[in-house]
Every structure is written in structure tokens, then in C-alpha cells.
């Protein structure tokens, strides 16, 4: 695919382990992601903050309240050995007690050979400085990570300082109840992430993709990924549309549902 990864190992659809293996394991810890990993996923995906003292750190929520031990503590307000201190991994098993937030440091060193993470940005531009220092001093190859974010500031920045790396512009369509539109129009998604020289759209999974969706996509030299797939059938409608990618939170699951 134009601006899918186009290693010989990954011509069929990538399977993206969403928060690692999270349907099994705590999202976001490295034990979701080396879960996957251990699944033989395609690639594993982790969201990122910036902590307040600047570590970069895998987490979801703004919040502690869910998945941080119960407070309603911002991840943002927090130094890394304030984080460091809270049990990740309680609130989705007893047998993960005491699993710790990662910094993106600690999760970097655990990527296979032919492997990639993609790492969703889920803060401002102010992190780009961090992730370019994160990523030199882990010496993982261009084509073992990419970033994806909602934010196309992010997006055109991490391009701007890393060129060589892939950068996925992450968005979503909405059907209007009343009009049966979808916004924004697939144009204008093509338009802005050309604008910001992205790779790719990283798109919430609809009905609206299928084979001339994807060859729209196509035609414009981009690559198409989907988020959360956990539905065997439609993961099977979306593979067979042509999809570079799907993340999912089931790898294992997803990828033996498949048609070969
Ligand atoms: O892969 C994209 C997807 O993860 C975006 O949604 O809320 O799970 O981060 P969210
Ligand atoms: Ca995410």
C-alpha cells in the first residue's frame, strides 16, 4: 500500500494490538504490550503524555480515576515518580497488582524485529522535543515506530522534525441522523493530511469504508488505517475493502478469524 508499511511480512492487513493486548491485560502497561508481542501482533498500539517533569509516559486517560488507582489525579499534574508509585494494573485483574505506568523508554526496547509501535500523542506539540530524544537514545530503526495523533499540529511537527518517520493523522466520520451525511467529507480528511504531509489517516471503523473508500484513499498516495475492531466480520469486510491496517484489542482473536 502507498503509505502503509510495505515489508513483505506485512502485505496482508496489519494487525495493530490497540493499548497492547487490552482485552486480556491491563491496557498501556508492558504487560498489554508484551502480551501482544507474545501474540505475534503486527504492531501494538500505545497512547503518551508528557509527565510534568517532561518523561513520556503510556496512559489513556487524562486521569488516574480509571485505570490509574482511583483518583481523580491528572496524568499531566504528576512527576514521573508520583506515577511511578501507582498500581496500573489492579482495576482489570488482581493478577496484575502493582503494574506500572511505562515510560515510552521502557516499552521502546521491546519491539521485534519487523514489529512497529505506533505511538498516539495524546497531549500538544510540546512533546514532539521529547519523543525526537526518546527515539534516538532507543536507536530503534525509522520503520519500527510511527506516530499517530488526532492533532494535525502534532502530526505536521513530528513530520517537520522526523521525516523518516510515518505519521498517521487520526480522525473520525459521523453519520447525521437526520441527513445521512457523513462529515467531514473523506475530501476534505485527504486535504489535511496532505496539508501536513502525513502518511496516512487512521480512521474510526464505519460502514461508509469499503473498496472505493479505500481506493479514494489510495489514490491520493495515502495510507488507511482503522480503529477499534474487535468484530471478526467486520474485520473481515474492512480487510477485504483493502485496508492498510486494524487495530484491535483482541490480536490473537482477530488475526485467526481472518480469511486466509
Ligand atoms: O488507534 C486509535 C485509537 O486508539 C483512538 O482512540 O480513545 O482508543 O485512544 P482511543
Ligand atoms: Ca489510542
Redesign the pocket.
Known sequence: ASGGINTPALQAVEI?A??GASHDAPENTLASVNLAWEKNTDGV?I?VYLSKDNQIVAF?DKTMKRTGGGTDLRIVDQTLAELKKLDAGSWKSPKYKGEQIPLLSEILPTIPEGKRL?I?V?CGPEIVPFLKADLKKAGRKADQTCV?C?GSDVCRDVKQEMPELKVYW?SGQRKDKETGEWTPKLESLIETAQSIHADGL?L?ANEKIDAEFVQQVKQANLGL?V??VNNPDEANRLAKAGVDGI?TDRPAFLRDALEK
Open positions: 495493530v490497540h493499548r498500539e497512547d489513556h505506533f498516539e495524546k499517530i488526532f487520526l487512521d474510526n488505517y480503529w477499534t487495530t
